[in-house]
């Protein structure tokens, strides 16, 4: 079933003072209505109308522009719409041609999603969007193009941000025939005409084997997501596992991968792999959900394998806290906002300018909590 949410970002209003504004006096439904605003009722276009002495209809022709209006009315309207603080919805901004001040973001929970992980970028694109005055309508349905077809033919959003891109997604698909400003949070394989932003997956491989081989590591191996993961073709998983094989051969260490099955059991099975491609496995790069990089510790730790001792071990690309772990993992973190921020900008100068399609990576950056060390 199809879901849609809006979830508000604070638009500024008026203050509506003791009743007065430059000079003029409020009439007794103005006061009302105005009191009733100031304490947390919404005004609607019934309390425009009641205020300005008019009808509904008369209010809507005067908002919409659709039939002109005496000038002594206008006035009255415009002086109850300012003091009642109120905002036609969406729907009226639309039926008049103008900004709905909503951007679309588009979602999905699937059974596979890692929900933590999913709501910090969720949020974070709200958090962004309320900088520059914008709410956002939350699409989570399971059917991937439905609810941006829906919104895209409505007019009701000014502009799309489409979350958890698989490397070829029906959204992205989507994005070249609605006329709507796009901003694609993920890099799909095919980014021909699109506006991309996301962390750099390939450099943050990268920056692991570097940091791990600079002290003398050549035997490293690397936990993944599950493998459901990768089946469904999400993209940054690819992409990180990508740049960690290449950088591997380019360096001449000794690599492999192990994907985890469901539960403890599954990360013992993983570990159990790694070990016997790697006998001598002496570096680790977890890029995986948290609960499966504190299974592998506590495994580790059950086994007598010491951090940073006996393996040396980083935590990639995670949106979670490793400072509480025990022991504590260098990490290269994914910080939500740092992409969104982005993501929200891009789409906003879109709205008034053309913006050229380009994939923006967010080069990433490493926190040291001593669980590298030296080969010794």
Known sequence: MATATLVPCGHGTPSVGDGRRSGRTLNSDQ???????KWGIVANIHDVAKAAGVSISTVSYALSGKRSIGEATRVRIADAVRELGYRPNAGARMLAGTTTHIFALSA??????????HMAFVLAVTQAARAYDYDVLLLTEDEATGGLQRVAASRLVDGVIVLDVARDDERTHLLHSIDLPATVIGIPDDTE??????????????????RLTDKG???????GHPPRIYERGSNFPHRFRAGFEDAAAERGVRGAVALPGHGPAGVRGALDELYEQLPDMTGLVMNCEEPIQTSALDELADR???????????????????????PPLDVIPLVAAESCERGVELLVEQLTATVDPRVDLVAPHYIDRGSVSPLS
């Open 304 to 326: 007598g394998i010491d951090i940073p001792g006996g393996l040396s071990v980083i935590s990639a690309c995670s949106s979670f806290d490793t400072s509480r772990f025990s």
């Open 31 to 37: 006061t009302v209505a105005s009191a009733q605003w």
């Open 217 to 223: 590591h050549q035997s490293i191996g690397m936990l």
């Open 108 to 117: 999905p929970f699937r059974p596979d999603t890692y929900a933590p992980a």
């Open 193 to 210: 005409g699109l506006v991309c932003v996301d962390l750099d997956f390939r450099q943050a491989a990268e920056m692991s084997l570097a």
